[in-house]
C-alpha cells in the first residue's frame, strides 16, 4: 500500500466534506403527502426551510424549528387553533411566521429567542395573552392583535437595537394593550392602540427606557396626572368593522390625523 497516496486520499475525501456546497433551501407544503400538519413539517425541515400552509383550521400546538420561515399561503385563511389551552405557537431562533390566524390557546404566541419576525398575522381570541416575548424582541410588524382576553402584547426584560413594535393593530383586549416589565428597552412606534379594557401602554419596574413614538392611543386608561408622551396622537381610528366582521382597515372618510414618518396610517399595513 502507497502510505502517501492513501493519505491523499482520505484529505481529498474530507475537504469534500468540509468545503461542499450547501443543500438548498427546501420548501415543504401542508397539508401534503409529505407533511399532513403543521407539527409533522417542523419534524423534517431544516435551518433556511419554508413551511408553506394552505387555507383551512389547524388544530395543534406548534414548536417551530430554528431557522425556519412559517408562512400561510393566503392572508389569514390558514388558522392555527389552540384548543382552548396552552401555547398555540412557540418560536425559535431566527424563525419567521407570517399570515396567519393564530388563536384560542392560552397564549398565541411565545418568543424568547434571537432573530425571530412575527408579521402580517392576525392574533386574537387567546385566553390570555397574544404574544408574550422575554428577553429578545422579536420584529412584531403589520399584525392585528386583538380580542386576547389578557393584553395584546407581554413583556419581561426585553431588548433591541435593531428591530421594534411597529405599525400593529393592537384593539379590544381584555387588560393592556402593551404590557412591559423588567429592564426593558425597546422601541415603540406608528401602532393603533385602541379600545382595550385597562392601559393602553402599561410600564412596570424598570422599564422606564421604552420609547414611544407616532403610536394613536385612543380610548385605553392612561395613568392619572401623565400626559400623552410626545408625539404620540389621540384619535378613533375608525376601524370599518372590527367586532363584527374582523375588519381592522381604517375608514378613509373618518380618519385619519396623523401619519407615520414614511407618509403611511398608524397601525397594520395589510390588503385583504
Known amino acids: ?22 443543500s438548498a433551501a427546501a420548501v415543504i407544503n401542508v397539508p401534503s ?20 400552509v394552505a387555507p383551512g ?6 414548536i417551530m424549528a430554528p431557522g425556519v420561515a412559517l408562512v400561510s399561503t393566503s392572508l389569514f385563511e390558514a388558522k392555527i387553533d389552540g384548543q382552548g389551552r396552552g401555547t398555540v405557537i412557540t418560536m425559535s431562533k431566527n424563525s419567521t411566521i407570517s399570515g396567519f390566524e393564530i388563536r384560542n390557546g392560552t397564549i398565541g404566541i411565545f418568543s424568547s429567542d434571537l432573530g425571530n419576525v412575527i408579521s402580517q398575522n392576525r392574533i ?21 392583535i386583538a380580542f386576547n382576553r389578557s393584553s395584546g402584547i407581554q413583556g419581561w426584560d426585553v431588548r433591541s437595537t435593531s428591530v421594534s413594535i411597529n405599525h400593529n393593530s393592537i ?15 425597546i422601541i415603540i412606534e406608528n401602532n393603533v392602540i ?11 419596574q424598570d ?28 384619535f378613533d381610528p375608525a376601524f370599518i368593522a372590527a367586532r363584527r366582521a374582523m375588519n381592522f382597515k381604517q375608514d378613509p372618510n373618518r380618519c385619519c390625523k396623523a401619519k407615520s414618518e414614511e407618509d403611511e396610517n398608524l397601525g397594520a399595513r395589510l390588503t385583504y
Open 33 to 52: 403527502a409529505e407533511a399532513r400538519t403543521i407539527s409533522e413539517a417542523m419534524i423534517k425541515v431544516r435551518m433556511g426551510d419554508t413551511v408553506l
Open 57 to 62: 383550521v389547524y388544530k395543534e400546538r406548534v
Open 124 to 144: 386574537v381570541n387567546n385566553w390570555q395573552t397574544g404574544i408574550i416575548t422575554v428577553r429578545h424582541l422579536p420584529k412584531i410588524e403589520d399584525n392585528i
Open 194 to 204: 385602541a379600545f382595550n379594557e385597562r392601559f393602553g401602554l402599561k410600564v412596570i
Open 207 to 234: 422599564a422606564e427606557k421604552v420609547q414611544v413614538s407616532s403610536n394613536n392611543f385612543y380610548q385605553n386608561l392612561w395613568a392619572p396626572g401623565k400626559a400623552l408622551p410626545e408625539n404620540n396622537h389621540s
Open 171 to 185: 384593539a379590544y383586549n381584555g387588560n393592556h394593550g402593551i404590557a412591559m416589565g423588567g429592564s426593558s428597552e
Open 1 to 22: 500500500m502507497n502510505i502517501r497516496n492513501g493519505i491523499v486520499t482520505v484529505f481529498s475525501c474530507l475537504a469534500g466534506l468540509l468545503f461542499a456546497a450547501p
